[in-house]
């Protein structure tokens, strides 16, 4: 269900580009994502970016996987990176990366890293030490658990996209059982942690730390299908490197998302709608809350 509101708050914030603007005007944009068996997620998230206005997308992966994403989609740049034998980012790749991530200017992680020991340490490592802004979306948030305090120790901006499981594997308790404790548990975290923090699901809230929440209402029952947050992970950076506030980025994406899921259902129906469909009427949807 489209949002009067929502939309007049994008197209206030959201201007349109001048006539001598630069690819770097729309950010330079580093997603840390994939590995072995699991690329698909770095290529939707990486090219999502660019669908969401991105100016520079550099898509960070695996050694290992390097050959396959580099054929995936042109526009987007590929940066292999050390690999554990198993296929997924190594720790030891943590100085390299960290170089790299001061010359972006927001960088998200965690779309298809899978979890081996030691790229979970590599992950809590860059979220305490990176010099600009994250978005932490599925695996990277995996990395958290049991050790949520690392949040404590990142000072820069940041936003984290759980889906439920991600969200009670990463900070404990039960799995809200309502909307009610699903705004709850949202705010209580964000306020905790002062991170912003985008709960998917049914009407996916959107909480931050100074106490401000959204709830999305677009979006539909065929999103949930495997991919779709990765697209998600994707938008927000984009918009964070368009030089959005991280809960702007993170409350604008979620609509924007939901909404591109809603033509794509009318297109191809809620049970046959895949993560691809939203990358493809993503540009839609920007074009009808622009106008």
Known sequence: M?????????????????RRAHKTDFGRIFILAGSRGLTGAAALSSFAALRAGGGLVTLGCPDKVYTILARRHPEVMVRPFPSTKEGTLSENGFSEIIRFLRTQDVAAIGPGLGRHTSTKRLVRRLLRNSPIPLVVDADGVNALEGKPETLKACKGEMVLTPHPGEFVRAFGGRRPANDSERKKRALEVARKYKKILVLKGYRTVVASPAGKMSINPTGNPGMATGGTGDVLTGIIAALIGQRMSPYESAKFGVYLHGLAGDLASKAVGEVSLVAGDLLDYLPKSIQMVLK
């Open 2 to 18: 489209r949002d009067p509101e929502i939309e007049r708050e994008i197209r206030k914030t959201w201007p349109p580009r001048p």
